[in-house]
């Protein structure tokens, strides 16, 4: 549970004997000379973040034709350059008390491990592909076997730079290449080229491991690294879930039913995440119901809208007994299930 504490708080607290006088000013003074390690949305931090974004972006997804006519030995050396520069300036960015920028810095160095993997390979002659995809953006576009060892480097890397920066962030392209490597493993053991449903039913295994993944670590450490595979998790599960086709309104009420169970797994574990999931999955129901199965219907948006404040209602009655809620489904579940839950939070 996090706490605020201001002047006033402390100040109170001399007034009924828990603190002396003159504590109340030098515990301010501690509490704000520590450097912020949770990201929070100052705009210091979204900053941070969309820079790295940025970084990320530029490096990967959107690196231009013109680098791969550099040379393999250049680019060898840009991306190995720029992987340690990101590296030791994280790590120096760390050392001084700035775990949020260094953290993403370690992120971006990892993000940076496809491309001198694809440089490696290219260089030594042991590149997989001769079928003309010798494009670096081809890795974000396309499933392919060939890809595997620079997935694999990426989550090698993660883990080495995790233990010299341990910021939960840096789960993130950890859990992006091990998507792509659970769609390149299918197809290498299919022995042929996915089609849409089956990339969409990967995608929903393994967003569900990683979701278990995210449950037995949360809670575990004092960073929130469940954080992040939570969300990668869910967008690998959600999306596979969403984009499966369904042609009988069985389908449609079961994908509904499974929102409605992330929207009870966010009171649960207490991660608002899930219940931003479950609730578009659930509009998306409602919308299909609307627009499709009761379209001439006039009491129907009535419903909806009994329902929305249903749902504004419940939402504020969360908010006063959430403690007490989430306590309450936690006492019928069972005791090997509960072991496994991670503790209240905020």
């Known amino acids: 549970m996090t706490l605020k504490l201001n002047a006033d708080d402390l100040a109170r607290a001399v007034s009924a004997g828990i603190l002396q006088p003159g504590q109340d000013r030098a515990l301010l003074d501690f509490l704000s000379s520590r450097p912020e390690t949770q990201p929070s949305f100052q705009f210091a931090h979204v900053a941070y973040y969309f820079g790295a974004l940025l970084i990320i972006g530029a490096m990967g997804w959107l690196l231009t034709k013109a680098w791969m006519n550099i040379g393999d030995g250049a680019l060898l050396v840009i991306a190995l350059a720029y992987l340690l520069l990101f590296l030791l300036t994280g790590r120096s960015l760390w050392q001084r008390g700035q775990p949020i920028p260094g953290g993403l810095l370690g992120a971006v160095a990892v993000s940076l491990t496809p491309l001198v993997a694809f440089a490696v390979q290219r260089l030594s002659g042991f590149w997989p592909l001769d079928d003309g995809q010798d494009d670096y953006r081809d890795y974000y576009r396309y499933v392919h076997v060939g890809w595997l060892n620079m997935e694999a480097a990426t989550v090698a890397v993660g883990l080495l730079v995790l233990r010299l920066l341990p910021f939960p962030f840096i789960v993130m392209p950890m859990a992006l290449a091990l998507w792509f490597m659970s769609m390149d493993l299918t197809e290498l053991v299919s022995g042929g080229s996915l089609d849409w449903d089956t990339r969409n039913w990967v995608s929903l295994w393994f967003g569900l491991a990683l979701l278990l993944a995210s449950l037995l670590v949360d809670g ?127």
């Open 220 to 346: 575990r450490s004092r960073q929130d690294f469940a954080f992040w595979g939570y969300l990668a998790g869910l967008l690998a599960f959600w999306g596979g879930l969403t984009l499966m086709d369904s042609d009988s309104e069985w389908g449609k009420a079961c994908y509904c039913l499974v929102n409605l169970l992330l929207m009870g797994a966010a009171v649960l574990l207490r991660r608002p995440l899930f219940m931003v999931f479950g609730t578009t999955g659930v509009a998306g129901y409602l919308g299909h119901l609307a627009y499709d199965v009761f379209r001439d219907s006039l009491l129907f948006p009535v419903v909806l809208i009994l329902i929305g404040l249903g749902l504004i209602t419940l939402g504020v009655a969360y908010q006063k007994r959430r403690d007490a809620l989430t306590e309450s489904l936690r006492q019928h579940l069972p005791d090997g299930l509960r072991q496994l839950l991670p503790a209240l939070r905020r």
